[in-house]
């Protein structure tokens, strides 16, 4: 099977005591489940949002997508769309 294919076996257990378990084939960002951009984007929304809020995620989402075409400037710029203001 390895290191063809990747497989585990995850278990939980509830706190009522029930126990769930299975067994996922070649998670997502293996080699035959490449992650796409669009689970990136996906992921990062999820984990953003409940912090920043729909606006503010899909102007940094956007902003740092484009990295790899920035300037010092730009970058600067980027990375104060990360302070969180208390």
């Given at each position: ?80 769309l990360l302070d969180i203001k208390t």
């Amino acid at each position: 099977m390895y290191p063809n294919v990747v497989a585990m076996k995850v278990m939980a257990t509830t706190k009522d005591g029930r126990v769930i378990e299975f067994v996922p084939r070649d998670p997502l960002g293996h080699t035959h489940n490449p992650t796409k951009d669009q689970d990136v984007r996906d992921k990062f929304k999820r984990t953003v949002e409940p912090v920043y809020g729909r606006a503010k995620t899909s102007t940094v989402l956007e902003r740092w997508w484009r990295t790899k075409e920035f300037s010092a400037a730009e970058m600067t710029g980027a990375l104060s769309l990360l302070d969180i203001k208390t």
